[in-house]
């Protein structure tokens, strides 16, 4: 994560932490208790964010195979073919752009005598997509058994573009599933900020008398699984 990412992702945890330890116990002592439980949440956070850019990253690799599949189609060598390609990526996603700046380390380490396949794999392994991973090994084969290139890669571009539109497909379905999960997460909290605001003498019991924290402990418990729960069963990946 960026600095940015890192500073709201510590302030989300604490903020939360604090709010829910208000919310069940009218105490800010249970949230020094759970502080260790910002390690996981800084942990979802490193998780939720490397998932986005390797989303982006894909997406932007569907491109860049495109872009090489014309370079060679010009007449391009392999090597060559990629300094062409970046050339082209750079006008749409700019200097700092993820594809760009690994077509452009694949480019040196083409430079220090690396074979493709070679520099595709190192390329795969950091990123951590299955399509690059593909493509490596695509590479590879084709180029020990003398396969088309060109062909080889205006296919493996046309799957990749099937594949982004059936992501493109699930995101859309999933989209107000996803918000619908986010709103009943909120309810409980909700539901209990509302009766603290409006009839705290109601709520005197759960909050006052030992088997009152006790219950508030044990729905707790079961609010934080339900969560969980609902991010798992949202986490649709393709």
């Known amino acids: 994560m960026s600095l940015p990412e890192r ?12 709010g829910m330890s208000w919310l069940f116990y009218h ?5 020094v208790l759970l502080s260790p439980l910002l390690v996981l949440w800084y942990r979802h956070c490193g998780k939720r964010a490397a998932a986005l850019r390797r989303q982006n990253l ?9 872009a090489l599949a014309g370079a060679l189609l010009a007449g391009y060598s392999v090597e060559n073919a990629f300094h062409e390609a970046r050339r082209e990526l750079t006008v749409v996603y700019g200097e700092d752009g993820m594809i760009v700046q ?18 595709l794999s190192d390329f795969a392994d950091r990123s951590g997509v299955d399509d690059i991973r593909q ?21 493996t571009a046309a799957t990749l573009r099937t594949k ?11 989209t107000a599933k996803k918000m619908e999960s986010r709103v009943m997460n909120l309810m409980p909290a909700g ?8 009839s ?6 759960l909050y006052g008398t030992l088997a009152g924290r006790a219950t508030m402990t044990f729905c707790l418990i079961l609010y934080a699984g339900a969560i969980i729960l609902a991010e798992k069963i949202m986490d649709v990946t393709v």
């Open 135 to 155: 493509l490596a090994v695509i590479f590879g084969v084709a180029k020990r058994n003398g396969g088309r290139m060109i062909q080889i890669l205006d296919s």
């Open 191 to 198: 539901i209990l900020l509302y009766m603290n605001l409006t």
């Open 102 to 119: 690994e077509f452009l380390a694949i480019e040196r380490q083409l430079g220090m005598s690396m074979t493709v396949e070679e520099a």
């Open 200 to 205: 705290p003498s109601f709520l005197t019991p």
């Open 27 to 31: 105490s800010l002592i249970p949230a």
């Open 164 to 174: 982004q539109q059936v992501r493109e497909e699930i995101q859309t379905l999933m």
């Open 58 to 66: 894909t997406l932007q690799f569907k491109n860049g195979v495109q």
């Open 7 to 18: 500073a709201v992702a510590i302030c989300e945890g604490i903020g939360a932490a604090a």
